[in-house]
């Protein structure tokens, strides 16, 4: 009997924590209980989570974090990031506090100083789609360009329970581009959020309208007499940026992360979880743990 592949969802922590956060921080609601801690970034964050296993049904789970905000793009590029303020203080004890409850259920928490998230999720959605169908779960739209036939990406959309999911078809109807033509798409037109600026005057349309015609950077550079007057001095004034922004657009998939198949199997103790949620006064998640099947000996 052929056994039925694994599912691998891979979780950007970063992600749901920070859009769990914000839902309610906005009016106020920190969920402060009686130890004097906020835990409204958890709850929303382990909400998240569970109505993601109850939707796509992984066999498998494992959740990447990002380990502060040094890393190699802010060593190449000072301006990296640097657009970000200061993580709100109602914030700042709720990100050890998910790791905890994260491995309550047994789950792995995976992060590497000096890299990000999204390059922890590129490195082991490549390794496992060997032996795995890879899902990864995030509001990030950065991640789709890790789109392959063995990957796909759930887009978190507003809400809880809603989802936008891509493939490498679903991606190239919205776009008209390969995934993988994303890093070239970004590295053109920059990127406001992680504040690198890409060739000053190019959008979204010119550059998504340059790589249908050329394919990738270098095929645009070949043909830069080919071009419109404006869109050739544009390039040729900053050149250097747009190959410095191709590398920090790319996610990194070798860097020194491991997750092994048996690791990250679903699997959790019923009355392990419900003791860290009532650790935290975590209240109203303990019936949307999911009944795990026990397997047939």
Same mark, same amino acid.
């Given at each position: 009997m052929q056994t039925k592949k694994p599912s691998l969802m891979l979780v950007d922590g970063m992600a749901l924590l920070f859009r769990a956060f914000y839902a309610t921080s906005v009016t106020g609601q920190f969920m402060i209980n009686s130890k004097g801690i906020p835990t409204n970034g958890i709850h929303g964050f382990i909400k998240h989570l569970l109505m993601a296993v109850s939707s796509f049904q992984p066999t498998h789970l494992a959740v990447c974090w990002d380990m502060g905000s040094k890393t190699f793009r802010t060593e190449m590029y000072e301006g990296y990031k640097s657009n970000r303020s200061e993580a709100p203080v109602e914030l700042l004890p709720q990100f050890n506090l998910v790791k905890e409850v994260v491995s309550a259920f047994e789950i792995p928490n995976i992060g590497l100083a000096?890299? +990000? &998230?999204?390059?922890?999720? *590129? %490195?082991? &959605?490549?390794?496992?789609?060997?032996? &795995?169908?890879?899902?990864?779960? %995030? *509001?990030?739209?950065?991640? !789709?360009? !890790?789109?392959?036939? +063995?990957?796909?990406?759930?887009?978190?959309?507003? *809400?809880? *329970?809603?989802? !936008?999911?891509? %493939?490498?078809e679903t991606f190239f109807e919205e776009k008209g581009i390969s995934p993988l033509q994303m890093i070239d798409m970004k590295a053109l037109m920059g990127d406001p959020s992680d504040n690198y600026p890409g060739v000053k005057g190019i959008g979204e349309k010119t550059a998504l309208k340059l790589l249908k015609e050329y394919q990738h950077i270098e095929g645009i550079i070949e043909n830069l007499d080919n071009l419109s007057k404006s869109h050739k001095s544009k390039i040729e004034q900053d050149l250097e940026m747009l190959h410095l922004s191709r590398v920090l657009a790319e996610i990194k998939c070798d860097v020194p992360v491991d997750c092994s198949i048996d690791e990250a199997e679903f699997k959790f103790d019923r009355e392990k979880v419900i003791a860290a949620f009532a650790e935290l006064e975590l209240r109203g998640l303990h019936a949307m743990l999911p009944v795990l099947e026990v397997p047939v000996l």
């Open positions: 000096g890299f +990000e &998230a999204d390059d922890c999720i *590129g %490195t082991i &959605a490549k390794k496992s789609k060997q032996y &795995a169908s890879v899902s990864i779960l %995030t *509001g990030d739209q950065d991640i !789709l360009q !890790l789109l392959d036939e +063995e990957i796909s990406v759930i887009l978190l959309k507003k *809400g809880y *329970g809603n989802y !936008l999911v891509h %493939t490498p």
